[in-house]
């Protein structure tokens, strides 16, 4: 730590260090012991750094049981400049997954009293990876001006595209059956509902 109007060294880190989490005591009174610094970031031409993509999915629905198999997913997105690769890639791929199971799984059961009946995991369903399709992602890559390196966010593209292509693919699927279903999940009574097949 040196002085700020002549570089005069006034303190090693390591001393401050020792100071500030193991003799806290010795600090003038009023001073927070904390080597802490923090700092936000704010958009100013809009509050949001928006991502966006496209995605699609490809699955198979059995008209005889209502259950959806997912086969392939992909995803192209724009998330500005890139950091990390394979980080963006999980982080999206965790947003597709998150997609998924509110697409296909994730429903909330109450009973007459208004009282949720599927609410520990052991009855709430969410996607395992044997549910999960291969996920293939892509980029395109526009920075944006309202960051320093143009990075935009990854992930919740990821989440909110993935369900409304599922949706997509099995109102594509059940076309031939006069079928449309506009709620998710897409569980087996609904599809069987929509089948008329119960």
């Given at each position: 730590v040196v002085n700020a109007t002549d570089r005069t060294p006034r303190?090693?880190?390591?001393?401050?260090?020792?100071?500030?989490?193991?003799?806290?005591?010795?600090?003038?009174?009023?001073?927070?012991?904390?080597?802490?610094?923090?700092?936000?970031?704010?958009?100013?031409?809009?509050?949001?750094?928006?991502?966006?993509?496209?995605?699609?999915?490809?699955?198979?629905?059995?008209?005889?049981?209502?259950?959806?198999?997912?086969?392939?997913h992909w995803v192209v997105e724009d998330c500005g400049t890139i950091i990390n690769p394979q980080l963006v890639d999980e982080q999206i791929r965790g947003g597709v997954v998150q997609g998924l199971g509110a697409a296909l799984f994730e429903k909330c059961i109450y009973d007459e009293r208004g009282q949720l009946t599927n609410a520990n995991m052991a009855d709430y369903l969410v996607p395992m990876s044997g549910e999960m399709p291969d996920i293939?992602?892509?980029?395109?890559?526009?920075?944006?001006?309202?960051?320093?390196?143009?990075?935009?966010?990854?992930?919740?593209?990821?989440?909110?595209?993935?369900?409304?292509?599922?949706?997509n693919a099995v109102n594509d699927a059940l076309k031939p059956f006069g079928a449309v279903i506009t709620e998710i999940p897409l569980t087996p009574q609904i599809i069987l509902t929509a089948l008329k097949r119960i």
């Open positions: 303190i090693e880190l390591r001393e401050l260090a020792r100071i500030v989490y193991f003799r806290p005591d010795t600090l003038p009174p009023g001073i927070q012991p904390e080597l802490m610094a923090t700092r936000h970031y704010v958009p100013r031409q809009y509050p949001f750094a928006f991502t966006n993509g496209v995605q699609a999915s490809w699955l198979e629905v059995d008209t005889d049981t209502g259950f959806v198999k997912l086969l392939r293939d992602i892509g980029h395109v890559v526009s920075p944006t001006a309202e960051s320093e390196l143009g990075a935009k966010g990854a992930g919740e593209a990821g989440t909110a595209g993935a369900a409304a292509a599922v949706a």
